[in-house]
């Protein structure tokens, strides 16, 4: 089982941007595909993005697409996700995830959690 612990949340204006990091604990992080997910008060979680155990795959929710970009680091056991002109609606707490797939039902470990919040 690979731990994960996320970083990098905070408050920021909209049109800012912000990097999340989660750092991975265990040898196998690099057999591992990789993902972020968010959920927003009083809303369901919903996937942001994925990438494959290589990098060389990579998939986008519709509120990422363009704005968002996730990128790993098997030799650092990380994976981040760049937010590039972020919206008060991208406000949520953001979750790191492992799994063997990258489609959004593959994720199996899941981080604590980091919150973003965007201000108007």
């Known amino acids: 089982q690979v731990q994960l612990v996320e970083s990098g949340g905070g408050l920021v204006q909209a049109g800012g941007s912000l990097r999340l990091s989660c750092a991975a604990s265990?040898?196998?992080?690099?057999?591992?595909?990789m993902g972020w997910f968010r959920q927003a008060p009083g809303k369901e979680r919903e996937f942001v993005a994925s990438?494959?155990?290589?990098?060389?795959?990579?998939y986008y929710g519709d509120s990422a697409k363009g704005r968002f970009a996730i990128s790993r680091d098997n030799a650092k056991n990380t994976v981040s996700l760049q937010m590039n002109t972020l919206k008060p609606e991208d406000t949520a707490i953001y979750y790191c995830?492992?799994?063997?797939?990258?489609?959004?039902?593959?994720?199996?470990?899941w981080g604590q959690g980091t919150q973003v919040t965007v201000s108007s």
């Open positions: 265990g040898r196998t992080f690099s057999s591992y595909a």
């Open positions: 995830a492992a799994g063997v797939l990258t489609t959004p039902s593959g994720f199996r470990s």
């Open positions: 990438i494959s155990s290589s990098g060389g795959n990579k």
